[in-house]
Antibody, heavy 119, light 107 residues
């Protein structure tokens, strides 16, 4: 069974940093692109970052480029999101999601982890 | 960036009623994908590549469309279909974009 379990969320002050993790199981992690998608409270979905199978290629929207870094450890079947210079508008539930390299949709999602940026 | 506009934003349907949700893209896309999100849970892939049902999705659901106009249809509304549905495109990427969602309620 495919499982994606996020961790590392919490309350953080504006301007500070936080690192999210996603533990994957039930599939060959290194065969899949992975991504982070977030959802602000009562709002829609926003794509945050994608990483290639080897980790050599990463992609971000302008809203987080230069502040967030996605990475992965295929030996540990783990995905990460380093978030720096956090802003109140980064407050959201962050989901880890899986996609095949040649498909541009997400076939499995984690349960999500909440990040609150507030003083 | 391709903007996806979903309509209606909210709607209510009675059991047995036919439901159609629409997603319009600001520029032409090759495929549209749809997700269902029930309250308090994470999104689930529902329809991919415009018309293919994800595993476990009932066949009362269907998807269609091309270019800038896509739709998700429920042939006969059931209680369990009450949820928010999001469309998503990856044709023009990055960025990958989502629509604002349609909240479907049971009447």
């Amino acid at each position: 069974e495919v499982q994606l379990v996020e961790s590392g969320g919490g309350l953080v002050q504006p301007g500070r940093s936080l690192k999210l993790s996603c533990a994957a199981s039930g599939f060959t992690f290194s065969n899949y692109y992975m991504a982070w998608v977030r959802q602000a409270p009562k709002k829609g979905l926003e794509w945050v970052a994608t990483i290639s199978t080897s980790g050599s290629r990463t992609y971000y929207p302008d809203s987080v480029k230069g502040r967030f870094t996605i990475s992965r450890d295929n030996a540990k079947s783990s995905l990460y999101l380093q978030m720096n210079s956090l802003k109140s508008e980064d407050t959201a539930t962050y989901y880890c999601a899986r996609r095949l390299s040649y498909n541009y949709y997400f076939d499995y999602w984690g349960q999500g982890v909440m990040v609150t940026v507030s003083s | 960036e391709i903007v996806l506009t979903q309509s209606p934003t909210t709607m209510a349907a009675s059991p047995g009623e036919k439901v159609t949700l629409t997603c319009r893209a600001s520029s032409s896309v090759s495929y549209m994908h749809w997700y269902q999100q029930r309250s308090g849970t994470s999104p689930k892939l529902w329809i991919y590549e415009t018309s293919k049902l994800a595993s476990g999705v009932p066949n009362r659901f269907s998807g269609s469309g091309s270019g800038t106009s896509y739709s998700l249809t429920i042939n006969s509304m059931e209680t369990e279909d009450a949820a928010t549905y999001y469309c998503q495109q990856g044709s023009s990427y990055p960025p990958m974009t989502f629509g604002g969602g349609t909240k479907l309620e049971l009447k």
